[in-house]
């Protein structure tokens, strides 16, 4: 259970941090509206690539652990 907290907190830490990246450059354009996501493909790939390796494994870890705790329930 340690490990999931552990992958969860990672997780939204690491799609927190994109969405920043993406955020802080869709704040200078001009005609922004401000709406739901509302970034452009240019403002999205200003990502990091190193923050998106560690929210793909950490999206993968949750999904094995996902997984692994269903195949244990069913095998109860």
Known sequence: ????IVVAIGC?????????YATELAKRRVNRTDGF???TN?????VSDWITYVNMILSFAGLVLLI???VFMIRK
Request: proline share 0%; no cysteine.
């Open 12 to 20: 939204f830490w690491s799609w927190g941090i994109m969405h920043n």
């Open 68 to 70: 692994t705790a269903i």
């Open 42 to 46: 240019r403002e999205a790939e200003a």
């Open 1 to 4: 259970m340690v490990i999931s």
């Open 37 to 39: 996501y509302d970034i």
